[in-house]
């Protein structure tokens, strides 16, 4: 979706692939099935892009559409990008949406990354339990160091329960550090290591557990190869 693409990868220090990503925390809306995108050529350093999702749904028109929309910024070692989108559940009864804005800034020894992301939805989901619905102020800060074929990378996200109901309290701290060596022009070595700190009921996991607040820590290597 727009919204992935141009806004969250641009302020996801660790990006795809690496177990200290943002996605643990917070959600990317990477995809939408039977969408149309329409995207921008680029002016003044301004893209901008569009999707639109049918639900598929003999229910109504409503449900389980969704769309999406960003805007990105770039012009030197500035690139910033604003995102939305909305979904309808399947069944149409409920939605949720969220806002995302994002930036990076490269200073030359060190990429600066920074974003805030405000999730809201009707199902008012346990923060964890699911990404997407639920009412979460997400923060995230970081940094990527090239040093050579070397790159170190670091982040810490912050999530902040925003449910209006009573004892909702939760919150939750995403740290990650990681390395990546470039062996050639598209082969790296790369590895990473994340830890989540739930508090007060939040129940966030690594992007691979399966169950909810469990898998709190994570730690990969691996050599990856683009094509």
């Keep these: 979706t727009p919204f992935y693409s141009m806004t969250f990868l641009t302020s996801d ?3 795809v692939g690496m177990m200290g990503a943002a996605i ?3 959600n990317g809306f990477t995809r939408s099935n039977n969408s149309a995108i329409y995207k921008t050529p680029t002016f003044a350093g301004l893209t ?3 999707m639109y999702a049918a639900g598929e ?3 109504s028109t409503s449900a389980g559409r969704s769309y999406a929309a960003a ?3 770039q012009s030197g070692a500035l ?8 979904s309808n559940n399947a069944a149409g009864t409920a939605t949720s949406y969220g806002t995302m804005l994002g930036a990076n800034y490269d200073l030359g020894p060190v990429v600066l990354f920074g974003d805030i992301q405000r999730l809201r939805s009707d199902l008012n989901g346990v923060p964890g339990v699911t990404k997407q619905d639920t009412n979460v102020n997400l ?3 970081g940094a990527r160091v090239p040093i050579g074929k070397h790159t170190v990378y670091s982040a810490v996200t912050y999530a902040d329960d925003q449910r209006k109901i009573a004892n909702a309290d939760a919150k939750a701290t995403h740290m990650a550090l990681g390395y990546t060596y470039q062996l050639s022009k598209r082969t790296n070595v790369y590895s990473s290591i994340a830890k989540i700190n739930n508090r007060n009921g939040a129940q966030y996991q690594m992007i691979n557990a399966t169950t909810p607040g469990y898998g709190q820590f994570g730690f990969d290597l691996g050599i990856r190869h683009l094509f």
């Design 13 to 15: 220090t660790f990006g």
């Design 24 to 26: 643990n925390l917070q």
């Design 48 to 50: 901008a892009s569009i």
């Design 57 to 59: 749904s003999t229910l």
């Design 71 to 73: 805007v990105l910024y």
């Design 79 to 86: 690139k910033a990008s604003l995102g939305h989108y909305n």
């Design 139 to 141: 923060y995230s800060v």
